[in-house]
């Protein structure tokens, strides 16, 4: 019997999309110049909307009533949560884009956590394979991957960032052409998502305890976490929280969190550049105290980042971290590391102990 | 419409289990007690049968009606193709293993690429999760994993080297007690699974070229592999070949060859302890000339090998050979590397191009 408790999935669906620069008037095209009305009207395919604003010379950042969206020359990230359909939008955005020149695609992943409860997903987010299905309509060759444990924690990948080179015969380490055509610049993203979070710090971003989404950030110390992001923030009714920060050099963050108990989920992502994100890792994961959380790093072979990704194979973080996945993928122009982390039980935090995987 | 067409399953289903040695006497207790009589029964519910043995000190080598079984003291290996059972025999053997004072399991594997054909498979092999749920019937806690694209060439493996130590708050570098148990010898399997292979070489594993086995077996070199090896080779008619290799190092190497042109395929496994698996693979590669391989290693962390994965990972094999995936997984008390490669188009050797991942 299905319950009618009520429930919130946490867990977003993650579109980023990488288009070339146009072969005319290059500097002249600008993803940025899609107005808000047309998103809004893109938007409604996805089942969410635009809730706040804020951009800088190098990116514009849209917080959404299920997450958030980032939107620079020729990049596109698209978040969403709960029982939106984000790729519902993706024909109608690339025909927009294809309008303004933008009509080649450097590179596109579309990636997920598991979902907890799957089955009150919409099409085509119920399963993995049904996504697959859908994007195979749109892409040709795109590839298909599930990191962690099958049906159970896992965080599964479509990607065009081909590992088969079929017209190249350079070896693997150097970077295809035809994938990095517009890609020269250094790219990397983490994520961090986190499950099972200590209630008293999830408190903070209920009504209960906080007026808005600005007294939320400051008393979690969120703003902290990455001091020189100009946020905007936004405490729902009657409670969750969305933010995004982004700074001059064009890197974003964003945060989004889920605080009911009963499937208490936060999710942080940023393309900041770090040589070593060990610190930067250790300070959301003690801001939020999650008892699981999922790490996952990109990196592309210019950024700083790539060889890191190799430390912190070995990294554990503290002692009352242990990790219990470690995966790594060589994709031709990006680096991939997946892990997943448990908190230790004898460093029990008053949360219950991570019960079984769950059932996707 | 099925087609009635000859076809023929190259790809392998692998069994492994490690027994812990019995608490009582464990000096008397061996699997390799069982005899010839009721390994014939056991294999009975595979669907395959003993056609030749050898064995040595250390190690009990049969060649079956499709693949090979090895017996060691306390290790049981079981490879079988084709349209074989394996999964059907577990149980029993569990519990004659039982009877002679292995109760306790230390390791479990079971892995498999997918299968060209899954629909011709029996039951409860169609599926990678028909055959998780039965495994799952037996063992608690066992963890599944995907490398490679899902539902394209990928490698589905079964573990019982369990990534979370739920009792144990020692970082993860270090072995966990409970899965080392009996486990400290140094451990490592290498598998070179290929298709598409040199159809003249493919000719030597025919009736039409070669009178025997072991004609078959010099004619193509395959001797020359590991030369240490004591071998037991078999020359199906009209075609197909088996061999198992044994050392006095208690190593074994093992080899099937499904030549037919639609559908070739070629097998290499062995626990052969090398610092370094460059030059076998060369050498393994170089013997069959497959279009496609994957390559998998499993290394302990009493290994010679454990630290070479890293180095494997950096290596294409020749200008002739371009990786096109690359995934590697950290467990506890093994690390594996799972890459796939393909021939380079301009280096054709009359073989077809490679085709669509198969679906599974």
Sequence with gaps: MEETKHYFEGVEKLVEVWFADPPLNPDDADLRKITKETWDGLLRAVKCEIISFTKNEEVDAYVLSESSMFVSKRRWILKTCGTTTPLNCLKPMMKLAAEMGFVEITDFFYSRKNFARPELQLLPHRLFCEEVKFLDTIFDGGHTYCLGQINKDCWYLYTLSHPERERDDRPLIEIPKVEMKGLSEPDQT???????????????????????????????????????????DFLFEPCGYSMNGINGRGEYMTIHITPEHEFSYVSFESNVSMNNYTDLINRVIQTFLPSKFILTIFANKSSEAYATIRELEYNDYGVQWQR???????FPSYNLLFATYTVCRNQGDGEEENGEGMKC
Tied chains: 1, 2.
């Excluded at 219990?324 to 060589?330: H, I, K, R, V, Y």
């Design 190 to 232: 983490i994520e961090i998502l986190m499950e099972k979070l200590d209630p008293r710090i999830m408190k903070i971003f209920t009504k209960e305890l906080c007026t808005d989404g600005k007294d939320a950030t400051v008393k979690s110390k969120i703003n902290e976490i990455l001091p020189d992001m100009v946020i905007d």
């Design 324 to 330: 219990s996945e470690m995966q790594c993928c060589n």
